[in-house]
């Protein structure tokens, strides 16, 4: 299976496509077999997040043995855009200047131990924030922009959507989010100071201390659907992550997406 999860498809500069699809494309460039599964999705900054919790339940239900989830950001001409426009203090188009380019892509096949596995991965959308950050064309230009009320985007109500989440799970489990033994943590990276803030709500709710937390966004900004796996590649790479650490990923996406994937990593190479 092959999983394309970018926001942006452009070929030829900026000129965007929907059809053929992206994971066809990728399918044919890498040489896969004829009879491999590939769609495209779209889900704002938990793309690829998305797909790995697609490929993960159809790996433990048996339908497919592998796949790749890949995704791709061109979005520094959000950033473009917002240098020309941006007029206010306070404007929408501020956090377009977060943004940086990135591809990533991520190989999972079936566990064979616990020593390198996908516990478990849970999404949810509350759509009652969708409007709160926005892609579309500029209302000023012929550019490519993204409107985003940081104010409301970045608060207590939207953050406690991720630890409400994870907390009624773990309960069902019969669990607790200490108890998980988390030895890092790696957040979608949208904001150097709104994540210290998530995380001391994060304290309070779950009466537990965060584990550190690992970023890249003073290296690279938001890289969109990519970011989790931009993190996880940078610090295995400087092999900053002990084997057997087990890793919390919490995304925060347009629309809006909430969640968390548990793993732990021993041998996983890039």
């Known amino acids: 299976m092959i999983i394309s999860t970018s926001i942006t498809r452009s070929k030829d500069g900026t000129k965007m496509y929907m059809e053929p699809s992206f994971a066809g494309a990728i399918g044919r460039a890498i040489g896969a077999r004829d009879d491999v599964i590939t769609f495209d999705l779209s889900n704002a900054c938990a793309g690829m997040l ?16 592998r796949g790749i989830v890949v995704s791709g950001e061109a979005i520094t001409p959000i950033a473009e855009t917002a240098v020309e426009e941006i007029s206010e203090k306070y404007d929408p188009q501020f956090a377009s200047l977060t943004v940086g380019d990135s591809g990533a892509a991520v190989v999972l096949d079936e566990a064979v131990d616990d020593n390198d596995k996908i516990h478990y991965i849970e999404l949810t959308t509350a759509s009652e924030f969708s409007h709160l950050c926005l892609g579309m064309p500029s209302d000023k ?27 009624n799970y773990l309960e069902k489990q019969g669990n607790n989010f200490a108890a998980e033994g988390f030895d890092y943590m790696i957040h979608h990276q949208f904001g150097a100071g709104a994540i210290p803030f998530m995380n001391a709500i994060a304290e309070r709710e779950f009466g537990s201390p965060m ?6 966004i003073q290296k690279y900004g ?22 057997g650490s087990k890793i919390l990923m919490v995304p925060a996406a347009s629309g809006v997406v909430a969640g968390f994937l548990s793993t732990t990593i021993s041998s996983l190479k890039v």
Do not use: C
């Open 50 to 65: 998305t797909g790995t919790y697609i490929l993960d339940r159809m790996i433990r239900s048996g339908v497919v043995r």
């Open 141 to 167: 230009s012929q550019g490519v922009a993204l409107y985003t009320d940081n104010r409301k985007m970045h608060n207590e109500s939207r953050f406690l959507l991720w630890t409400d989440t994870q907390g």
């Open 211 to 216: 584990p550190p937390d690992l970023n890249v």
């Open 222 to 243: 938001n890289t969109s659907s990519t970011s989790h796996f931009i993190v996880l590649h940078d610090h295995l790479s400087q092999q900053a992550i002990p084997a």
